[in-house]
């Protein structure tokens, strides 16, 4: 398969690329209005650490809402199910991402689902660890080590930009607060700083595979046999990609291409086939849904090609 996707995935960046002149790249985080909407580019990875790479591969982008999985996890390894479970639900909104609705609408007003922003800002919060500093730190460690032992750092600017214009986000937190989602002891700002950091850790194509590797592994790294995050753990965040991963287009692309996959409003999209390879695609440009047009369309290709469907 490798050698197959070394051949073909060239031509098909080009013919994906012209589906990113039908997206826009986000512009409510302004530092992320500056990446180039025509942008495409892929880094493919098997369990034996082989590759195949294309297009704008070198491009870095920060993960968004990919980091949304990692924090999960490491909430997971922190917290076991019960605890993360006791704060979001399990069930796709069919709302925005950073939409209020149903916060308010049904209750007990708990977040639905770890990968919404309000579920994301909830999970943040039961990371271990005794200050924001020692919080974001071991959030930094953990994605370090499920890439591999990749040299992550956040993007200051855009971690800046967003902390600056992330009214939305401030009054969801605030609001989870209220319903003690957020418990009484937990500084609103706080949870914040480091949610907007982990959003705005910088990664290339290549990290981005590797780590998706990890979850088509089950948490287990296969370049090195090393364990990271037990099976049960991955098996629940690959349950949530597929179910609301891909934000309200999740259903489109289980039954176009029908693997987990998560995608982040800078365009990139860490997906995967379970136990084969993983992948990691940035295409800035995204569509009226929130996924990277470019990327998607990639994505179905080769999984129409290849017959990746695990359904
Ligand atoms: N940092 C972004 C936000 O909170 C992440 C959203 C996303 O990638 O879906 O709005």
């Known amino acids: 398969m490798m050698e197959q996707l070394r051949l073909q995935l060239p031509d098909w960046i080009e013919a994906s690329r012209i589906y990113a002149e039908k997206g826009q790249v986000a512009h409510y985080i302004p530092e992320l209005a500056k990446a180039p909407g025509d942008a495409l580019g892929i880094v493919a990875m098997g369990p034996d650490g082989e590759t195949a790479t294309a297009g704008d591969a070198d491009l870095p982008f920060t993960m968004q809402s990919i980091s949304k999985v990692f924090t999960l996890l490491l909430a997971f390894m922190d917290n076991g199910e019960e605890g993360v479970f006791a704060k979001v639900g399990m069930e796709p909104t069919g709302d925005d991402f950073n939409s209020m609705l149903k916060l308010e609408l049904v209750e007990p007003g708990k977040p639905f689902n770890p990968l919404i922003n309000a579920g994301a800002i909830a999970v943040t919060s ?14 930094m460690q953990f994605l370090r080590e499920a890439a591999g032992g990749a040299d992550l750092a956040y993007n200051e600017a855009v971690y800046r930009s967003e902390s600056a214009s992330a009214h939305r986000n401030r009054s969801l937190a605030y609001f989870l607060k209220d319903n003690e989602v957020l418990d009484a002891a937990t500084d609103v700002e706080e949870v914040l700083d480091v949610y907007f950091k982990h ?10 595979a590797r780590m ?20 049960r753990y991955v098996q629940i965040a690959k349950t949530f990609m597929i179910t609301c991963g891909m934000y309200n287009a999740s259903g489109e692309f289980a039954i176009r291409a029908g693997i987990p996959a998560k995608s982040g409003v800078s ?3 860490l997906a995967l086939v379970p136990g084969k390879l993983g992948i990691g695609i940035i295409g800035p440009a995204l569509g009226e849904k929130g996924n990277s047009t470019g990327g998607v369309h990639l994505l179905e290709t080769m999984s129409e090609t290849f017959d990746w469907s695990i359904f």
């Not at 200050?131 to 959030?139: C, F, H, L, Q, Y």
């Not at 959003?199 to 981005?208: D, G, P, S």
């Open 126 to 139: 039961l990371i271990h660890g005794a200050t924001p500093e020692a919080r974001t730190g071991r959030i």
């Open 199 to 208: 959003c705005a850790v910088e990664i290339t194509c290549a990290q981005l």
């Open 212 to 231: 998706a590797l990890l979850l088509a592994c089950g948490g287990t790294d296969p370049l090195t046999g090393v364990q990271l995050v037990p099976r």
């Open 267 to 269: 365009g990139g999209i």
